[in-house]
């Protein structure tokens, strides 16, 4: 266990103090309480789970680079003290399987249910985790936190361990089983599960639906209206060995439509995202900026970002949104 150490004594910066990250960069946006942190995947990609406090919450933050999921757990408190996670060894489905330092039960990152262990059954609560561009957070938050590399250890961030790894032709590492022929093996997806409908929705698709950079898919899941907007500008962390200089893949984040009283409708409109009930301008991170509802935000709900082969073989009754 913990051959990939885990981040058990986090330190972070500033925004302002940060100069090492690319505009571009991904990290993974975390907020609450008022509790706004940036966690760069340059360094998650050699640590994969960070263990910290957030608003005052105790949480688990963790990336797995084989499946390219980014998920974020309030910690349990587990006989009268709350517990730390570390990472097993052991992976499903190409998978993350942690460990929870109290009973060293079993737990996959992208169910958070344990598997195998003294807790075997018991179901972590998930909060939502954005891996959006440094750039997008930066903006969004003036006054936010980002975890440092300052970690402890001697490894090489900003180089990716995986290069070429999220070739679209290449076949996932360690995956035993068939692959969901319906997409490419590694195609990018946000997974939404969502009262018992579960939805991929593939960033090539949203892709080809953006104008000027940007596009919003407003849907019913589970009887709950969301919105899906896709955004040009965050690269790989697997693409190119230099993850500043890899490839412009986007990011993909999923909120509640309702605010209020209402349901909104979300549109691009000038490279901005815009609601149709109130002409109100939102940013990526579910922020509006400009308009009737300044000040508001949108709610993220519970979505992964995942390679599909993985996102399939945990969710094998997913549909694929068509973009239509």
Same mark, same amino acid.
């Given at each position: 266990?913990?051959?990939?150490?885990?981040?058990?004594?986090?330190?972070?910066?500033?925004?302002? $103090?940060? %100069?090492?990250?690319?505009?571009?960069?991904?990290?993974?946006?975390?907020?609450?309480?008022?509790?706004?942190?940036?966690?760069?995947?340059?360094?998650?990609?050699?640590?994969?789970?960070?263990?910290? $406090?957030?608003?005052?919450?105790?949480?688990?933050?963790?990336?797995?680079?084989?499946?390219?999921?980014?998920?974020?757990?309030?910690?349990?408190?587990?006989?009268?003290?709350?517990?730390?996670?570390?990472?097993?060894?052991?992976?499903?489905?190409?998978?993350?399987?942690?460990?929870?330092?109290?009973?060293?039960?079993?737990?996959?990152?992208?169910?958070?249910?344990?598997?195998?262990?003294?807790?075997?059954?018991?179901?972590?609560?998930?909060?939502?985790?954005?891996?959006?561009?440094?750039?997008?957070?930066?903006?969004?938050?003036?006054?936010?936190?980002?975890?440092?590399?300052?970690?402890?250890?001697?490894?090489?961030?900003?180089?990716?361990?995986?290069?070429?790894?999220?070739?679209?032709?290449?076949?996932?590492?360690?995956?035993?089983?068939?692959?969901?022929?319906?997409?490419?093996?590694?195609?990018?997806?946000?997974?939404? %599960?969502?009262?018992?409908?579960?939805?991929?929705?593939?960033?090539?698709?949203?892709?080809?639906?953006?104008?000027?950079?940007?596009?919003?898919?407003?849907?019913?899941?589970?009887?709950?209206?969301?919105?899906?907007?896709?955004?040009?500008?965050?690269?790989?962390?697997? %693409?190119?060995?230099?993850?500043?200089?890899?490839?412009?893949?986007?990011?993909?984040?999923?909120?509640?439509?309702?605010?209020?009283?209402?349901?909104?409708?979300?549109?691009?409109?000038?490279?901005?995202?815009?609601?149709?009930?109130?002409?109100?301008?939102?940013?990526?991170?579910?922020?509006?900026?400009?308009?009737?509802?300044?000040?508001?935000?949108?709610?993220?709900?519970?979505?992964?970002?995942?390679?599909?082969?993985?996102?399939?073989?945990?969710?094998? $009754?997913?549909?694929?949104?068509?973009?239509?």
């Amino acid at each position: 266990m913990d051959g990939i150490p885990a981040i058990d004594e986090p330190v972070f910066q500033n925004v302002s $103090e940060v %100069d090492w990250l690319a505009d571009k960069e991904p990290v993974i946006a975390f907020e609450l309480g008022g509790d706004a942190r940036a966690y760069p995947l340059q360094v998650l990609t050699w640590h994969e789970i960070v263990n910290d $406090e957030v608003g005052g919450t105790p949480v688990a933050v963790t990336f797995c680079p084989l499946c390219n999921t980014a998920v974020a757990f309030e910690r349990p408190e587990i006989e009268g003290e709350v517990t730390t996670f570390g990472t097993s060894g052991k992976l499903i489905h190409s998978n993350l399987v942690m460990y929870d330092r109290a009973t060293e039960s079993l737990w996959p990152q992208v169910t958070g249910e344990a598997l195998v262990g003294e807790l075997e059954g018991a179901q972590l609560e998930r909060l939502p985790a954005r891996i959006v561009s440094w750039q997008d957070f930066r903006n969004a938050f003036r006054t936010g936190r980002v975890l440092s590399r300052d970690t402890g250890h001697d490894r090489r961030y900003g180089e990716n361990p995986y290069p070429g790894y999220d070739d679209v032709d290449s076949a996932p590492f360690l995956f035993s089983g068939e692959t969901d022929g319906r997409l490419a093996a590694v195609e990018r997806v946000l997974g939404i %599960d969502s009262h018992g409908e579960v939805v991929a929705f593939p960033y090539f698709r949203l892709e080809d639906r953006a104008s000027g950079g940007l596009t919003a898919a407003n849907e019913t899941i589970g009887s709950k209206p969301v919105v899906v907007v896709w955004k040009a500008g965050t690269t790989s962390a697997l %693409d190119g060995a230099d993850i500043a200089g890899s490839r412009d893949v986007g990011a993909a984040v999923a909120y509640s439509r309702r605010v209020g009283g209402m349901v909104l409708t979300f549109i691009s409109q000038g490279g901005t995202l815009v609601d149709q009930e109130t002409h109100t301008t939102w940013n990526l991170l579910g922020r509006a900026i400009e308009g009737r509802l300044e000040g508001r935000s949108l709610r993220p709900i519970e979505a992964v970002d995942s390679f599909w082969f993985d996102w399939a073989a945990f969710h094998p $009754e997913t549909k694929i949104w068509r973009g239509t």
